[in-house]
């Protein structure tokens, strides 16, 4: 087997104890990497000035493979005041890292997938027909549009002069907002373009087909938002007509498509859409397959780089714990998406069924399986750590 470097990324609270734990998981399945180990969050914004060093941009741009942590991330104002005080006036603004990350390498695709494992006392159920209680199993992975839409960040309040002379010309503009005082007038914009749309719709069909998945969900509202979710819906139609006759192409507006996977989840496969949409439908889903402990994600640029993480965030309360508490799958899944990017399957394959084995058991479950409330008396109610859950996780790959 090849030797990889993978830069990791621990970051903040709980992403430093997830993080390692799944080194070890990945080590039990028998990967071999080299681990180079990037500064990132916020201790490197108290002491430099900067949560995302350069020299951690290098690592990456060197290795194009991370496995990310979590990070605290906190607002302008309150960044400031934690700054180290000889770095005070020097000019230095807080800004997410993982927004940095995002924007300075295009990762513009973000994938993430939303699968139940049978036994999760989380799994979405519903009654049926009959009255009896039903657990649909949810198998839908996300393909979320990571850079563009309405988080682009291109925005006015009281907006300038020239941009408001250009919406001017625009007849419904004039129609309903010209009678509004400028600076009442607050304008967030919703930018698409044609590469970045048809980039995560191809990567979205490409996954369709190799994990066969029998249909790509579009899910927008092009009948509303005529330009952008239309653009979209138009690359997908071309896109599917060109190289994917065999897989179906389905269309579902975001308002319905999120009471739909509160009625019948087991319907969607494969699911692609802009960038809020995408944010909006996938935390709809990750809510019915257990939750932040549970949650992975990838995301990638044209080139090949990647990063991997939990959709989690640092949890700061936990951080402090002297047993950590929190559960450790939505990581570990996070680094078997990386084992897959890097075709390692059946790596990948047995670390699941590990996760797999140890939920349908049913005898080791972290505090969130439990449903209890987050505090440190929950090892003394049946909970388990999150080394105990890494290690039952481990157990059962050796027995794979
Ligand atoms: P969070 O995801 O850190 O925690 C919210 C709650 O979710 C926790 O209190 C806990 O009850 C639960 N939770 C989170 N991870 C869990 C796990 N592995 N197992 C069990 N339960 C888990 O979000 P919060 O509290 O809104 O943000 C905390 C910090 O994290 C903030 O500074 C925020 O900016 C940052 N953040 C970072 C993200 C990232 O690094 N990707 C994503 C989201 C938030
Ligand atoms: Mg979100």
Same mark, same amino acid.
């Given at each position: ?26 080590? %039990? ?21 900067? &949560? ?26 309150? $960044? ?5 005080? @000889?770095?005070?006036?020097? #000019? ?23 699968? @139940? ?18 657990? &649909? ?11 563009? !839409? =309405? ?26 907002? @010209? ?28 996954? $369709? ?8 969900? =579009? ?10 979710? !239309? ?13 994917? +006759? ?18 019948? +989840? ?13 944010? *909006? ?11 932040? !402990? ?19 965030? @640092? ?9 950590? *508490?929190?559960?450790? *799958?939505?990581?570990?899944?996070? %680094? ?25 058991? #049913? ?9 209890? &409330? #987050?505090? +440190? ?24």
């Amino acid at each position: 087997m090849t030797r990889r470097t993978i830069v990791i990324l621990p970051g903040d609270g709980i992403g430093k104890t997830v993080l390692f734990e799944s080194l070890r998981v990945l080590d %039990a399945a028998g990967f071999q990497a080299e681990y180079i180990e990037g500064d990132i969050g916020w201790e490197f914004w108290k002491h430099e000035g900067d &949560p995302l060093p350069r020299r951690t941009i290098d690592l990456i741009e060197k290795y194009h493979t991370g496995l990310f942590g979590a990070i605290t991330s906190k607002p302008k104002e309150e $960044a400031a005041v934690e700054l180290d005080p @000889s770095l005070h006036d020097k #000019g230095f603004v807080y800004s997410s890292p993982i927004v940095g990350l995002r924007q300075y390498f295009g990762l513009d695709v973000s994938i993430r997938p939303c699968k @139940s494992f049978t036994g999760n006392p989380l799994n979405f159920i519903r009654r049926g027909k009959d009255g009896k209680i039903e657990e &649909p199993r949810v198998d839908v992975v996300i393909f979320r549009q990571n850079t563009e !839409g =309405l988080y682009s960040g291109v925005e006015w309040t009281n907006p300038p002069e020239e941009v408001y002379q250009a919406f001017m010309t625009h007849p419904k503009f004039r129609k309903n907002f @010209s009678h509004v005082p400028r600076e009442e007038l607050s304008v967030s914009t919703r930018i698409f373009t044609r590469k970045a749309t048809e980039h995560i719709l191809k990567a979205a069909f490409a996954y $369709a087909r190799k994990f066969k998945y029998p249909s790509v969900t =579009l899910c927008e509202k092009p009948n509303v938002i005529r330009e952008t979710s !239309g653009m979209m819906y138009r690359l997908a139609r071309e896109i599917k007509e060109a190289s994917y +006759p065999d897989i179906e192409l389905r269309n579902t507006n975001i308002d319905a498509q999120m009471m739909w996977l509160t009625k019948n +989840p087991e319907d969607y496969g494969v699911i692609v859409a802009g960038n809020m949409f995408g944010d *909006i439908v996938s935390d709809g889903f990750a809510g019915l397959t257990g939750g932040l !402990g549970f949650a992975c994600s990838a995301q990638f640029n044209e080139s090949g780089t990647a990063i991997f993480e939990p959709t989690h965030g @640092s949890a700061p309360k936990y951080a402090g714990y002297p047993e950590s *508490i929190v559960n450790p *799958i939505a990581m570990i899944l996070s %680094a078997c998406m990386m084992l897959e990017h890097l075709e390692e399957h059946t790596m990948a394959e047995k670390i699941r069924n590990a996760i797999a084995a140890v939920v349908a058991e #049913g005898k080791v479950k972290t505090y969130d399986m439990l449903k209890l &409330p #987050g505090k +440190p008396d929950v090892l003394s109610r049946g909970a388990v750590s999150t080394r105990q859950m890494t290690d039952a996780i481990i157990k059962k790959i050796s027995l794979i």
